[in-house]
C-alpha cells in the first residue's frame, strides 16, 4: 500500500522553541530541572546560535539554510553530544573575512 501522507523530511531551520522540540516529540511544558532538560535547554542556546552564525554568513533566512555536518546534530533535541565537539566546526570563509584589506 502507497503512503499518501508521507511525514516531510525535516527542512530549514527555526527561531521557535516549540517547533524545535517537537523534532524530538516534545513540548516545552515537558522539560523540568532535571538533567536531560538542563542539557536540551543548553542545546538550544547552541543550536540557535550556530543557525544566527549560518544565516548571518548566507545572508539568509533560518526557514531557507539547513545545518550540516556535526551542527546538524543541534537540529534535534537531544542529538547533540557536546557543545565542545560542535564548536570546532569551521563556516566557509568570504573574502569580506579578511583582514588583508
Not at 525535516?10 to 538533567?35: C, P, Q
Request: proline residues 6%; glycine residues 4%.
Amino acid at each position: 500500500m502507497e503512503n499518501i501522507n508521507p511525514i516531510p523530511e525535516i527542512v530549514g531551520e527555526t527561531t521557535d522553541v516549540e517547533s524545535w522540540l517537537i523534532r524530538a516529540g516534545l513540548r516545552f511544558s515537558d522539560l523540568g530541572k532535571d538533567a536531560a532538560s538542563i542539557a536540551i535547554r543548553k542545546q538550544w542556546r547552541e543550536y540557535q546560535a550556530a543557525v544566527q552564525r549560518c544565516c548571518a554568513t548566507l545572508h539568509q533566512p533560518p526557514s531557507s539554510v539547513q545545518l550540516s555536518g556535526d551542527y546538524a546534530k543541534l537540529r534535534i533535541p537531544g542529538a547533540a553530544s557536546t557543545y565542545s565537539e560542535a564548536r570546532t566546526v569551521k563556516f566557509p570563509r568570504r573574502e569580506s573575512d579578511s583582514f588583508d584589506h
